[in-house]
Structure formats: structure tokens, C-alpha cells
């Protein structure tokens, strides 16, 4: 299983980034692919997931309403829009795979990709 991330970079406060995570290796559409981040300092936090065969999808609090995180099966590869960014959403994100069709924090995510970083200026 092999998930390549990328699309961060610097953006100002209040914009827009996307980012991409290409994913081989496992059943596409039923497998929970997630969006996590770390920031300097503090734990590495889970922030999106989604299960595309059965549009299940989850968020954290803290991008509830800001981020969408969505999958292209065609491509096998999951996005996550972020809007309206703060300087708190500064971190290196990191997707991850996790084999069961179902989102959630508890789960195990065994496969991960290397982190690509965002750093939103005040």
C-alpha cells in the first residue's frame, strides 16, 4: 500500500488550499482514507476521513464547516479543499489508509503517506 501526499505550501489567512493523496495498493472505494496533521509541539490530530463506497464521511470539530474532503475512484486519489485557513491549521498533514470501510479515530490507519506541510500566515 503506497499513499503519496501532496499541494501544501504557504497560503495567507483566510484562503484556500487543496490537497491530494494518491493511494495504490488496496480496495479504493471501500477502504477509510484519512487526513490527519501534527503541528510543532502539539499531537498529531485527526482532521478528515472519508469510506467513498458508502459516502461516509467524518471531520474534527476544528474544520467542521471549513474543510471537504472528497475521493475521485477514477483516480484513486482523495482530496482535502480547505477554506477560509487560520494560522492554527499550520501543521504537516499526513493521509492515511485503514482497511475497514468504516471512518473512525479509533481505527488502526497501518499505511500512511509521507507528510506535506501547510503554513497559513496571519
Known amino acids: 500500500v503506497q499513499l503519496q501526499a501532496s499541494g501544501g505550501g504557504l497560503v495567507q489567512a483566510g484562503g484556500s488550499l487543496r490537497l491530494s493523496c494518491a493511494v495504490s495498493?488496496?480496495?479504493?472505494?471501500?477502504?477509510?482514507i484519512a487526513w490527519f496533521r501534527q503541528a510543532p509541539g502539539k499531537e498529531r490530530e485527526g482532521v478528515a476521513c472519508?469510506?467513498?463506497?458508502?459516502?461516509?464521511?467524518v471531520y474534527s470539530d476544528s474544520v467542521k464547516g471549513r474543510f471537504t474532503i472528497a475521493s475521485d475512484n477514477a483516480k484513486n486519489t482523495v482530496y482535502l479543499q480547505m477554506s477560509s485557513l487560520k494560522s492554527e491549521d499550520t501543521a504537516v498533514y499526513y493521509c492515511?489508509?485503514?482497511?475497514?470501510?468504516?471512518?473512525?479515530?479509533?481505527?488502526?490507519?497501518?499505511?500512511w503517506g509521507q507528510g506535506t506541510l501547510v503554513t497559513v500566515s496571519s
Open positions: 495498493g488496496l480496495t479504493f472505494g471501500n477502504s477509510a
Open positions: 492515511a489508509a485503514d482497511w475497514a470501510p468504516l471512518c473512525s479515530w479509533h481505527a488502526k490507519f497501518n499505511h
Open positions: 472519508i469510506v467513498s463506497d458508502n459516502d461516509d464521511t
